[in-house]
């Protein structure tokens, strides 16, 4: 499995404070990375380090092979803009657009036209279990409803790696177990990496690996330095909340290859390969 994304010895200071203290990490492809640890340890330091939000006082961020830590604030945005999505503890959906244009935001913000953009996001309800939620605006939507369409936000331009910081932070237990599986689900199913931050142990269910962040450090001998071996074999395997039984919990796995019927060919379904059956399928009474 190749690596899309890695951070290698980063170091970030605020004043005299060390956020980071000289982290290695590395993403590969259809990955989903969980980090976790105490508030103040680093997490979002080391999440906005590796998006390009901000810059490492040393250290280096490759993605695919491209060096992006080192780029000017203008390319770095481009490129959050077209290989990165975001998904953050409060949605930031712009609270005077319908859930549609915010989702369609993103593309027309990368000069798809509005029409073409609307219609594109619409197709990301259906399998997020959005349906009929096209037209309203983020105050008439549940939190885990607003949160899934952050989710289709994050996913409309299909990037490369999707960032969460404590995604699940604002809902309840419920809801959050919820949605922090149909973010994964969704991620694995497009192809493209996540890095997760949060305090959801269940969360290891769901993700390939867990990172343990302290004190600005990456927790040796418990973090998956080495690439996920497949499929079935979590790197992880050990760690107390990751039960190696735990691809069990990816119904839909394996679904990615049903064709959307009636659909335009030119504009295929969200996801390569994916549909909305196993998206909506991962949603099991979903009340968001
Ligand atoms: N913009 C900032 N200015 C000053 N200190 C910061 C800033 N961002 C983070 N820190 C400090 O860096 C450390 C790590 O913060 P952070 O990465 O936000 O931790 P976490 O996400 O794990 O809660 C903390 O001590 C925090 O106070
Ligand atoms: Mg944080």
């Given amino acids: 499995m190749s690596v899309v994304l890695e951070g290698t010895g980063l170091v970030k200071r605020f004043g005299p ?17 969980a980090i976790m640890g105490p508030s103040g340890s680093g997490k979002s330091t ?8 901000m810059k490492p006082d040393a250290g280096e961020v490759h993605l695919l ?9 203008r390319q770095r945005s481009a490129l959050r803009r077209t290989r990165f999505g975001f998904v953050f503890q409060f949605g930031q959906l712009l609270p005077e657009l319908p859930a549609e244009e915010n989702v369609a935001l993103p ?24 349906g009929g939620m096209e037209g309203r ?29 404590e995604p699940t932070g604002a809902l309840d237990q419920s809801t959050g177990h919820d949605t922090m599986r149909l973010l994964v689900e969704a991620t694995k199913h497009n192809g493209a990496s996540l890095v997760v931050v949060t305090h959801d142990h269940q969360v290891a269910r769901w993700c390939d690996r867990v990172v343990e962040v302290r004190d600005g450090q990456i927790i040796p001998g418990r973090h998956g330095a080495r690439p996920p071996a497949g499929h079935g074999a ?31 060919p030119r504009h295929p379904v969200p996801g390569q390969g994916v549909t909305r059956e196993p998206a909506t399928q991962i949603l099991p009474g979903v009340s968001g």
Wanted: with cysteine; hydrophobic share 45%; charged share 15%.
């Fill in 46 to 53: 080391l999440l906005h380090c590796l998006a390009g939000i």
């Fill in 107 to 130: 593309l027309m913000l990368g000069g798809v036209s509005r029409a073409d953009a609307v219609r594109q996001a619409r197709e990301w309800f259906g399998p997020l279990g959005l």
């Fill in 234 to 264: 979590h790197p992880s395997a050990g760690h107390g909340a990751h039960p190696s039984a735990g691809h069990g919990a990816h119904p839909s796995a394996g679904h990615g290859a049903h064709p959307s019927s009636g659909h335009d």
């Fill in 65 to 73: 092979g491209l060096r992006i830590d080192a780029m000017g604030e």
């Fill in 17 to 33: 404070a060390v956020a980071l203290g000289g982290v290695g990490l590395a993403v590969h492809t259809g990955e989903a990375v």
């Fill in 137 to 165: 605006r983020p105050g008439e939507l549940s939190g885990g409803q607003a949160q899934r369409v952050a989710i289709a936000r994050a996913l409309v331009t299909r990037p490369a790696v999707i960032f969460a910081d």
